[in-house]
Structure formats: C-alpha cells, structure tokens
C-alpha cells in the first residue's frame, strides 16, 4: 500500500473495530500516526493490531456526549483526521423491518454521522485545521421513491457531507466524501453466508482501504468506486422511477432467493 506526503498526527476512526474502519486504522498505524477508533464491541479488534499508538473506546456513535468525551480523551483538541466509518444495515427490499431494525440505521447511519461531524468540527474549527472523511455507500446514488430505509439513510449522509463540506471549507476543515460499492469484508460475508457470487463488482478490503486513504491525502471532495459500479449506476439512474424500482426490487428478490 502506497504512502502519501499527507500525514496526521492523530487519527480517530469511528466504527473502526473492524472492516473498512479497521483497515483504514491499520494503515494509519502504520504511517506512524496516533489512531482511535470506537464501535461497540472493542474486543473484535484482533490482538495483532493493538499497538502503543492505538487507543480503543467502546461507544455508541449516537450517544454524542460519549463520542465527545472518547475524542477529547485521545486528541485533546488537536484531532487532525476524523473517518466516519461506522453503519449499520438490515435488508428491507423483501421484507418489512421491525422497529427496532429501522431505528437503529437511522441512529447509526445519520445521527451518529452528524455527531462525529458535530464532535470534528468543534476540535478543528478552532484550529482552523482538519480533515472529515465519511464512507457512505453506492446504494445511496439511485433517487427512487421505493429505495430501502438503508438507501435513503445513505442518499442523506451524502448530502449531509455536502453540506459540512460547503460549510466548513472557508474555515480551513475539508470533507471528503467516500462511496463505495461491494467490498469483501468479514460482515459482508456473514449476512451473505459467505457467498458473495451474486455481488457486482466486489472489491477487496485491501483495495477499498488504499483507495479511502489516498483519496483522502488528495483531499478529494467526493470519490465513488470501482469504476463499474460508478457507471452501471449512472445508466442505471437514466430509467424512469418507476423501472427503476421495478428492477431494483427483481435484483434484491435474485439475491435473496439463494436463502
């Protein structure tokens, strides 16, 4: 994995504890950075990657005063880098959520989102210095009126980096927005059996975490990958709503039917 002339000193990953969060953690380690990551469960980090510069939080990314306390404990007000990796998903194309299921995407994926960029903000603006990168997901690209509460959750933490990014930029923070497509991670797997033969364009971890950190040394605004989900998806969004739920609804019927 490539190096990049950007470096920062301290690093704080939310959801990092494993996936893509942990591998972006692992390569900032590796640069010689200070990381901290939080997610629920601080025991599914393998023994292989704890390390002196690593510092661990267990938390809920929707309790704020507990993400503030967690960031403030590690980076002392001088957070150079915040990755909003955390999410949650429950597949809602076939069938109907439970309430709790619905909720807790919604708490994950865009109050948590908002309090890491509320938490950011608040370190760096005061420096005038820093870096928010936030992951959301191909699936949030087709504006469709039947699209999963996941999708919809997605399709609004875009537009909410949009909009910190348009904020913050003359205050000397940048936002990158990061939207990726399959990547073949371990919870990837086990919500799918470990059969990811119907996935388009699946992509590897290794792959997604390089393309994460360089896009974020380049101080990209915006990056979706790979190159074939980005197209298919914008050919994709060219039908009429109603083909396109119509499609959207026969692939998830495809997907699930392996079950």
Not at 189 to 211: G, M, P, Y
Request: with cysteine.
């Amino acid at each position: 994995m490539g190096n990049y002339p950007e470096q920062y000193k301290k690093v704080f990953i939310t959801g990092g504890t494993s996936g893509i969060g942990l591998g972006v953690a692992r390569y900032y380690l590796q640069q010689g950075a200070q990381v901290g990551v939080c997610g629920r469960d601080i025991r599914k980090v393998p023994a292989e990657v704890l390390h002196p510069g690593l510092k661990l939080y267990q938390l809920d990314v929707y309790d704020k005063v507990a993400l503030e306390k967690a960031v403030d404990d590690f980076a002392g007000g001088e957070l150079d880098l915040m990755v909003i990796a955390a999410g949650n998903y429950s597949s809602s194309a076939v069938r109907r959520l439970t309430y709790e299921e619905s909720m807790e995407m919604l708490k994950v994926n865009l109050i948590g989102a908002i309090n890491a960029f509320e938490v950011a903000r608040e370190s760096m603006g005061k420096r005038r210095k820093g870096h928010i990168a936030a992951i959301a997901s191909v699936a949030g690209l087709l504006h469709y009126p039947t699209a999963t509460i996941y999708s919809k959750s997605k399709r609004t933490l875009i537009q909410v980096c949009d909009t910190y990014r348009r904020t913050l930029q003359d205050f000397g923070v940048s936002v990158t927005t990061i939207v990726p497509g399959y990547v073949d991670t371990q919870k990837l797997r086990e919500i799918n059996q470990n059969d990811l033969s119907r996935k388009s364009f699946v992509v590897t971890e290794e792959r997604a975490v390089q393309t994460i950190v360089k896009a974020i040394a380049e101080k990209k605004k915006y990056i979706v990958f790979p190159l074939r989900m980005k197209l298919l998806i914008k050919l994709t969004s060219l039908l009429p709503y109603s083909w396109i739920s119509s499609v959207m609804l026969k692939r998830a019927q495809w997907m699930e039917g392996r079950k």
